[in-house]
Every structure is written in C-alpha cells, then in structure tokens.
C-alpha cells in the first residue's frame, strides 16, 4: 500500500535558476558567459509551495540568478521563505548552497528520501562518473519520469557531443561511469534536468542522435552495453 501510494505522487517543477558554462563542447570559451548551476524547485501537484512540501535542487545562486530567482517566486505568489528543504546532487563548489544576501542556513533544511510525507516518492539514485558520489532525483509528473541530474548531464550539447567536463581530469573509469550514468538515466527519464543547462525533453530524435555519435565518445570500445541500453529505451518508445 505504501509503495502505491509513493508511486502516485505528483510533481511539478520551476527552473529558479538556468545554468550555463562558458566552456562549450568543442573546447570553446565564451568569457561573457557566467559559470552557474541550474537550482531547480520541486513541490506536489496541485499544492502551493510551502517550507514543509518544497525543495530546491542545487541551490547555489549567483547575485543576478538569486535576483531574478526571486522574481519568478513572486509570480508564482511565493517567495524564498515558501522553500523549505534542498539537495545537493553533487558537492561540486558551483552546486553547493550560496545565497547571496540571504542566510538560509537555517531556515532550509537538508533534503533526505522521506518515506511518507509531503515530499514522498521523490527517488534518490546514484549516477556516478563527474563525481563518484553524485546522486540524482527522480519524480512522477504530468510530463512522466521527471530527473533532476546535476553534472551527470551537462547541457544538451555536451550530452549530444558525448563530451565530459575535462577540465576536472578525469581518468578512464570516470568516463566510462560517465556514459553508463548518461544510458541509465536516459533509460528511466522522460524529462532531463541538467547541471547546467535548460530542461532536455528524451524523445526518438533525440536518443537516434545519441545511438549514432556514440561511438565518437572516449572509450566507447569499452563500455558497447551503452548503446544497448539506448535501444532497449528507443524500442520500448514505439
Ligand atoms: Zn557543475
């Protein structure tokens, strides 16, 4: 009866903050472009946004994103004080929490997977490759599997480039965990949201695209279960 009742709760979703990196895929640089995270707001459908059923997704702010975030929680009829829980995916400096000109050190509490409640059924999973421990979060919605994956997607076009943030060093391992966090979210997800980038809708087109650049992605020799698990999502679609 719990398992039910966990599997029928609904989310929806705002994106406070839309991320960006100034380091594009193809090793370019736009130095006009800030270094921010995407902070993503998660209550239940059909609820308005209070500090007992609302979360925030990697809640670190620039001034400017904090600013106009605070402006989309006016529209919305709400405000800071209406969140009352975050997560952070993954302890990276650019996702961890910073509120400029706020203290919400208090006032916000750490998100855990809460089994009833008003924020129940959200689903923690590992997905590990930008760094061992980073943890997306997973809920149900009017759009379907709605998932919240920090730095395990970039943005769409470092995902469509089957780029990793090489700045950060990684070895082979780490690449490889890379691509085989990519496929298993991609196998589960109807909506992505990225580490730094708007929300990325998985459709046919997008997963054909995937399956065919493939094999351009660093030690995808070593890791061919990938795009089985991409055919098995694009089959289970028609
Ligand atoms: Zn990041």
Redesign the pocket.
């Known amino acids: 009866m719990d398992s039910i009742m966990m599997n029928n709760m609904s989310y929806q979703w705002e994106i406070l903050q839309k991320g960006q990196l100034p380091l594009r895929p193809d090793r370019s640089i736009d130095p006009d472009v800030e270094h921010i995270?995407t902070s993503t707001m998660i209550w239940p459908v059909g609820q308005t946004p209070h500090a007992s059923n609302t979360l925030i997704v990697d809640p670190c702010f620039s001034i400017k994103g904090i600013h106009n975030a605070c402006l989309k929680l006016i529209r919305m009829g709400a405000s800071l004080n209406n969140i009352g829980y975050y997560y952070v995916a993954h302890d990276?400096f650019?996702?961890t929490l910073k509120v400029p000109g706020r203290d919400v050190r208090r006032a916000w509490k750490r998100f855990y997977p809460m089994k009833n409640g008003p924020l129940s059924g959200i689903r923690v999973s590992h997905c590990p490759g930008h760094y061992s421990s980073l943890t997306a979060l997973s809920f149900n919605s009017v759009a379907g599997q709605v998932w919240v994956v920090?730095?395990a997607v970039?943005d769409r076009d470092w995902l469509t480039a089957w780029e990793y943030f090489w700045p950060n060093g990684y070895g082979d391992e780490e690449i490889i965990e890379t691509w085989r966090s990519v496929a298993f979210i991609i196998s589960q997800a109807d909506v992505i949201i990225p580490?730094?980038g708007d929300e990325i809708l998985v459709t046919p087109q997008l997963i054909k695209s995937l399956i065919a650049e493939f094999p351009k992605a660093d030690y995808a020799d070593e890791c061919p279960e990938v795009v089985d698990v991409l055919n098995q999502r694009l089959a289970s679609m028609k």
């Open positions: 995270c990276h650019d996702h920090s730095d970039l580490g730094h």
